[in-house]
């Protein structure tokens, strides 16, 4: 390992020199130079560290976001580059000898295919050649064969019919399944390594884990890939020699995420409450691995815990979830049901893995005014060690402060939120106010990062004298599961006069300019913001991105017909009065508000028509609107190219009705 370091190590120094710069100030271009980093896992022996570091390239010709993976000590001392193709490499992963990592790439045909890289030296080797794309994979404990998931690839018929433009489709029949598959990573003797698939039924697998014998694999299953489907998920186990597959757990509960005990004896899953509902509540459950009835830990905090491993001695089981603006870190004693904080820094951990020996966890964390890097921390100590350098060569411009206020609603619920000020702000001096909505509804803004790649540039935003304020209205995660779901049957409701009074808090406060005020947001976010419109015309300016407008038509045309009736109590045919009332595009006659849209093409779970109607209703009633159409984009950008247009638009639509210069035309004569 050592020797590869320093093969390798000369060509980190001019990678990592190309990024040194003296930066103006923030701006979209500068927020998208800003690099993510991402999976990282520990060595077996804890010295090391693996993990991606993800840049966008934008040239005359490209638009993607790069992917390659990184080495680094556990001491924070030494960092290089493993991985230098043109294609990403991403999702790297220690053999549990220690000796190479594995990881995906789609060298060849844009198909994400497996490659070894051995830590003695050489040039990655590929180990699949698929004709579909690979998802995940996992080391068996022995280091001898990898299992992974796989969807079904196209027949030979299909891909001379697509070729041929004869590609017609049956909606919901013929479905692609994920299925799991089996590696050895010793070649036969003809040279070759046999993939053998190990589950055949129609159904579609999304999680696994290996029991520590090498001998059988525990996976998550759903009735479809479709993600309207989750509500579906069973456990199964699967021989890996013999291919045998007993169900495991096959309740009206929602079982994912099953995690093998160090000692074998026991599997560790999530469990959703019955029915499942959309806004979630899961609890950690714990059952023998021969079979028999589970033991259901206590709920955590805000009910959506995430399993992050267990203890080496199988006796407890640590889990993450948000709690508030940040994150944390629990440990799980199963002997006593007692769940107790790790006590980390205040920040956002995510991307959190423990290490094979279970003494030191490795995870991403993040601030509100510092970018992601990769740490451990030592579970004896939790004295946290940063590994990666990922953006030590950018140099950044002073960031405005985010702080955490909090305020009563109109019912007396207690609200938080964040609240970012603009570049040295001056106390007393009033500045204009974009109140940015999140989505989900059950999504949280959380302490991360204000100057990272984003639809909605914070960062800049600040630098131009503005204040943004990120409410976590109810319906939030990260205050529990009660909170959670204190928006069923009311969108638009009591979650509006939330971000309203957050508003008036901040104008309170003597921060916000009460005549300049704009509003944002994505998905839910711009639900609530062509809500918000149609309701009151003290906003100048809003931008709506991927805006659910019409409850309705969203529920006919999303991938996710379930979402809207389980939130509404009931589908749009028995009560379209409820539908109708909870609409923005019912009550657009009323809006005033210079209304920005924009929408990806291939959004499939906002469909681009949401965006539609709102924009064309508008232009009918001649409201100034622009409508920004990205192509080939999903339910968010997904390529820099469309990153930065959205984030530039925003910020020039904001200024156009909310800046400097509006400000100084209203007050000349």
């Known amino acids: 390992m050592t020797r590869t370091i320093v093969l390798i190590f000369a060509a980190y120094l001019s990678v990592a020199s190309a990024y040194s710069q003296t930066a103006e100030g923030w701006s979209p271009e500068l927020q998208m130079k800003v690099r993510a980093v991402g999976s990282p896992q520990l060595s077996p022996d804890g010295k090391s560290v693996v993990y991606t570091i993800t840049d966008a390239v934008m040239t005359s010709d490209k638009s993607e976001y790069l992917t390659q993976i990184w080495l680094g000590t556990t001491d924070g001392k030494e960092n290089v580059q493993l991985t230098f193709s043109e294609k990403s490499s991403t999702n790297p992963k220690w053999s549990p000898d220690g000796k190479a990592i594995a990881f995906l790439s789609s060298r ?36 001898r064969h990898i299992a992974f998931l796989m969807t079904d690839p ?6 001379k019919n697509e070729k041929g433009r004869n590609d017609y489709r049956w909606t919901d029949e013929k479905v692609k399944m994920s299925r799991l598959y089996l590696l050895p990573i010793q070649k036969n003797e003809s040279g070759k390594r046999e993939t053998r698939l190990l589950t055949t039924e129609n159904y579609s697998v999304s999680s696994f884990d ?20 989750w509500v579906t998920a069973d456990l199964s186990v699967v021989e890996v020699e013999t291919g045998k597959v007993t169900t495991l757990f096959n309740t009206a ?16 899953f999530l469990a959703s409450d019955i029915p499942p509902r959309w806004a979630q509540s899961r609890t950690i459950q714990v059952a023998p691995a021969s079979g028999g009835q589970p033991k259901s830990l206590p709920p955590s905090y805000d009910g959506q815990p995430v399993i ?43 991307s959190i893995s423990l290490g094979a020996s279970g003494r030191m966890l490795t995870f991403v964390r993040q601030t509100s005014d510092t970018p992601q890097e990769i740490f451990v921390a030592p579970l004896s100590s939790l004295s946290a060690v940063q590994v990666s350098r990922a953006n030590a060569d950018l140099k950044l411009p002073p960031i405005g402060k985010t702080e955490l206020i909090r305020w009563k609603s109109r019912d007396g619920k207690e609200i938080e939120g964040l609240l970012t000020y603009p570049v040295s702000y001056t106390q007393g001096k009033k500045v204009p106010l974009i109140l940015n909505v999140h989505g989900g509804p059950a999504g949280v803004f959380q302490q991360t990062f204000v100057g990272g790649r984003s639809i909605y540039p914070i960062a800049t935003f600040s630098a131009r004298g503005y204040a943004v304020l990120r409410p976590n209205p109810r319906g939030s995660s990260g205050y529990g599961v009660e909170f959670r779901r204190a928006n069923f049957k009311d969108w638009g409701g009591m979650d509006y006069q939330d971000l309203m009074a957050g508003v008036d808090k901040v104008i309170e406060m003597g921060v916000a300019d009460s005549s300049r005020l704009g509003v944002m947001g994505w998905s839910y976010g711009g639900f609530m913001t062509s809500w918000i419109v149609t309701q009151t015309n003290r906003f100048k300016a809003a931008s709506a991105g991927a805006p659910v407008t019409n409850l309705t038509s969203f529920t006919t045309t999303a991938d996710i017909p379930a979402f809207i009736p389980d939130y509404f109590g009931g589908q749009f045919w028995d009560s379209p009065e409820v539908y109708q009332a909870h609409s923005p595009i019912s009550f657009v006659k009323s809006v005033t508000t210079p209304t920005m849209v924009q929408h990806g093409t291939a959004d499939v779970r906002v469909p681009i028509s949401q965006g539609f109607e709102f924009y064309n209703a508008l232009k009918a009633r001649g409201v100034p609107t622009r409508m920004l159409e990205l192509p080939r984009q999903p339910h968010g950008p997904s390529e820099p190219k469309m990153m930065l247009i959205v984030m530039q638009s925003n910020l020039e639509w904001f200024e156009k009705y909310l800046g400097e210069k509006k400000a100084a035309s209203k007050a000349s004569p």
């Open 108 to 143: 060849k045909d844009n198909k994400n295919n497996l490659y070894l890289l051995r830590l003695s030296g050489g040039e990655a080797e590929p180990l699949t050649e698929v004709k579909s794309s690979i998802i995940d994979f996992e080391w068996a404990p022995d280091s």
């Open 154 to 159: 196209k027949t030979d018929e299909e891909e």
């Open 210 to 229: 290996w029991s520590p014998d090498s001998k059988r694999i525990v996976f998550s299953h759903t009735k479809s890939p479709s993600p309207n489907d």
């Open 253 to 268: 509960a929602a079982e994912t995420s099953p995690r093998f005990s160090p000692d074998g004896r026991s599997i560790a």
């Open 308 to 350: 992050v491993g267990w203890s080496s001695d199988s006796k407890r089981i640590y889990f993450s979830e948000a709690k508030g603006t940040l994150s944390q870190i629990y440990s799980a004693e199963l002997a006593t049901n007692k769940i107790d904080e790790l006590k980390l820094a205040p920040a956002v951990y995510t």
